[in-house]
């Protein structure tokens, strides 16, 4: 089933991509703080369930280590780390602004806001490919809108303000 293939590729890919992460950005020092991380923190516990924030913040940070290298690369490792968070959290799309004002002004800016904005297109792309051959419509994305928990926002206020046995008015 597609979903169960979805808990193991998010429960494993944030502990690997943080311990490759450290390892490639900061070599022998990365090492230990992944183990102080993995081992020091309940993260193992909590990489069972199906928390995508924290490898959106992954990819959103990578995304930012490499934004301000001017080079064509790192805009190209950018835009490919942003389209992961895009993957991983639809929400995502609203930083590419963001972004895109945060190239660094100078020679090949236009470039290199070019380069980032392949990734990021084809990231798009697979997440409409993705909701097409799921949902049958690109517009459908899974999530949905309203819950039932804001409904009872009014009904909880009033139980905690006004209730007989323990309101606080």
Sequence with gaps: EPRLLRVQITSLAGPVLGTLLFLVLLRAAG???????FFGTPLWFYSRTIFSEPLRTLFVLLALRFIFVEKTAAAVAAGAALAGAILTRLDTVGLLPVFLFAFPRGEGRARRAAAFSIPVLA????FALYNLVRYGSIAKTGYTYGSPALAAIPAGLWAYLFSPGGGLL
């Excluded at 090492?31 to 991380?37: D, G, T």
């Excluded at 990231?123 to 697979?126: D, S, T, V, Y």
């Design 31 to 37: 090492l230990r703080a992944a183990l102080l991380l």
């Design 123 to 126: 990231g798009l792309a697979l």
